[in-house]
């Protein structure tokens, strides 16, 4: 079936996707043009490696905590009249259902794979039988015994879950057609609107997550409800309709209209799912202002409240943004879902608007939390992403529910397991995330051994096949396999941590500057573009505004923050003892860098204040860093990002 056969007769659907393999964000309008899972292809890789993992591992790992944990179960419950009694989970569990949901969705349509289609129709139909004939979909709210249907706006979640719901409808639209969970994400976005339309409900729901997904099932069917209903919801946001809480109505961004806000603020998740929700709001309405205003909130974030590895969040008690400059890498809570809600924000605003700087920060967010949060087998998960683990942490047992932040390394399953879910989603559909299209050629944001097929708007097909072990290696090799007689534009990102970078093209080597560089000529089948981008290891040195990290510095090889694990220590030496010369020479050995350390011998117990004492460096130790993506693989370990500096 195609996407036609999905909608209404009297829907006006978008551009079919299906034999692209989909893609998540599919706007309308805007300065580039996403592709889809089957034009881009990740080959053998860093990057490719880990969504090979997720597919074979992490899936099933997933479904399997979903059953024994009952999450899953909550569905026959429900259909069973089993509720309140049988359920299990928190408010939100549901939720969890729906993006294993969205994550086979973007598998199938990735790989086609025959087996994974059945298990997701198997979990369909459970979770569709559970569906009143409104439309109204929960198991935690709405039957005898329980709270009534949205009595609970600020802590329910019923919107957030809805809107994970038909964002795993819109995957399956996306890559197969009509079926079962499309009609379910339908029914479901139908009854938002009947329910919290212009005369309905007027208000929000204390997690965002409806608005991206309303403004998807609106791109995938044309019914402009779905669209107004978005909108509506944002701009309802910001005028205080949900009651205050201990944290403020910023923890709901419900403090200050969001056309009115200048930074991101309040949870860091639900910070993320909104920005990326209203910049799709603003890019099918046309509203510039509102595009501009969060344009500028992205800015002032990354500049004042966001952590070097690309982290968003410093305060554990309400899993939320500081204020400005107030960066502790110690109390980074950094969760993995920020980040993701991060790439989602970016990735919505590179589309609209082109700048590279987006996708600089999509890179650092990339490989330092979302490769960071994942073991090595795909079945354990870091909930949230410390800078600075002073203490060895308590590796947990597999067969063990852990609390989300309580967990100092990573765990298989939480008791709010929001992360596993949302990786496995962000891996399944990775490759849309390396290149786009506009009306003159192709852009490469994102590195990785791929190949590309696709073809622009007039017609006209391009073939790629990119061959790089970045990050390990800055040779970046981009050969044309396919292209039309007619010149187009091949524009490719320079990242802002680069130097002396350089381009080939037909021979000619030519420097090129942090930004982007195009290339427009008459391409021949074979000729070979090469990108090299230096990926040395550096110093980097904080902010002086950030008061946690003053004295300190970090090492950064390429997109690759690196710190120092205790692993990596002689026995007896304390982590905390070590400071590094400002100076110092940084070797490259076996993907670690070498750093000349020195030895403060621990004062004991007295009283850690006095007068300004004169610093005596100590013995001095070569100590490897490792990339911050690999720590906590070999066993508990106390960690560090930034690393005291001296002169001298």
């Known amino acids: 079936m195609t996407i036609n056969d999905v909608v209404r007769a009297d829907a006006v659907p978008e551009t079919s996707w299906i034999e692209r393999g989909g893609t998540p964000t599919a706007p309308g309008t805007g300065r580039l043009r996403p592709l889809g899972l089957r034009e881009v292809i990740l080959r053998p890789g860093f990057w490719q490696e880990r969504q090979q993992t997720n597919q074979s591992a992490s899936l099933a790992h997933i479904e399997h905590w979903l059953e024994r944990a009952g999450w899953l179960g909550n569905f026959d419950a429900a259909v069973q009249d089993r509720l309140p009694a049988a359920r299990r989970g928190r408010e939100f569990a549901d939720s969890e259902v729906y993006k294993l949901l969205e994550a086979m969705a973007w598998e199938y349509g990735r790989t086609g794979d025959e087996r994974l289609d059945a298990r ?9 039988a559970a569906q009143e004939p409104d439309g ?3 198991t935690n709210f709405g039957r005898p015994g329980q709270q009534p249907r949205y009595s609970d706006l600020e802590w329910g979640h019923e919107l957030y879950c809805y809107g994970h719901l038909i964002q795993a409808g819109v995957a399956r639209a996306r890559t197969s057609g009509h079926d079962e969970l499309v009609q379910v994400a339908l029914r479901a976005a139908d009854h938002i609107c009947d329910t919290f339309g212009p005369d309905g409900i007027a208000s929000v729901c204390g997690h965002p997550e409806i608005e991206p997904a309303l403004v998807e099932m609106y791109r995938v069917t044309g019914q402009r409800r779905y669209l107004d209903q978005a909108r509506l919801f944002v701009e309802r946001r910001g005028r205080q309709t949900l009651d205050d809480i201990e944290f403020g109505r910023a923890y709901f961004q419900d403090d200050i209209p969001v056309r009115e806000a200048g930074v991101l603020r309040g949870h860091a998740v639900r ?32 500049a004042r409240r966001t952590y070097l590895t690309g982290g968003m969040g410093s305060r554990h008690q309400d899993e939320a943004f500081g204020e400005d400059f107030s960066l502790p890498a110690d109390r980074a809570y950094s969760e993995t879902c920020a980040g993701i809600g991060s790439v989602m924000f970016s990735w919505r605003l590179l589309l609209a608007q082109g700048d590279p700087r987006y996708a600089d920060l999509i890179e650092r967010t990339l490989f330092n939390v979302i490769a960071t949060s994942p073991s090595d087998d795909g ?4 909930y949230t992403n410390t800078l600075h683990q002073r203490v060895p942490g308590i590796d947990p047992p597999a067969d063990a529910l852990v609390p989300r932040a309580a967990s100092s390394l990573r765990a298989p399953w939480f008791a709010v397991s929001c992360c596993p879910t949302n990786l496995a989603r962000t891996f399944a559909a990775l490759a849309a995330y390396l290149a786009t299209t506009d009306d003159e050629g192709i852009q490469l944001h994102q590195y990785a051994a791929a190949s590309l097929e696709t073809t622009l708007p007039d017609g006209r097909g391009i073939g790629l096949e990119i061959d790089t072990e970045y990050p390990a290696d800055g040779h970046i090799a981009i050969r044309i396999v396919r292209t039309p007689q007619a010149p187009w534009t091949l524009t490719l990102r320079i990242p802002h941590w680069t130097t002396d970078a350089t381009i080939e093209v037909d021979g000619r080597l030519s420097p090129v500057s942090a930004g982007s560089v195009q290339i427009r000529r008459r391409f021949t089948a074979g000729e070979v573009i090469v990108l090299v981008l230096p990926v040395r290891a550096r110093l980097t040195m904080p902010d002086p505004r950030i008061d946690a990290i003053r004295g300190c510095a970090a090492v950064e090889r390429g997109p690759i923050v690196f710190c120092l694990e205790s692993a990596d220590l002689p026995s007896g030496v304390p982590l905390d003892t070590l400071s590094m010369n400002a100076a110092t020479d940084l070797t490259e050995r076996d993907g670690t860098v070498v750093a000349t350390f020195h030895v403060k011998p621990a004062d004991g117990d007295d009283w850690p204040y006095g007068g300004v004492v004169p610093t005596e460096p100590g013995a001095s130790l070569p100590v490897p860093l490792l990339p911050y993506h690999r720590w906590a693989r070999r066993g508990p370990s106390s960690m560090r990002v930034w690393i005291p500096v001296h002169d001298g």
């Open 120 to 128: 997701l129709r198997a979990i369909v139909a459970r979770v569709a």
């Open 136 to 138: 109204y979909l929960n």
């Open 271 to 302: 910070a993320g799912y909104l920005a990326a929700g209203a910049v799709d709001v603003a890019v099918e309405t046309g509203d510039t202002e509102l595009l501009d205003a969060l344009a500028r909130q992205w800015r002032t974030t990354v």
């Open 379 to 382: 079945t354990r998960f870091f």
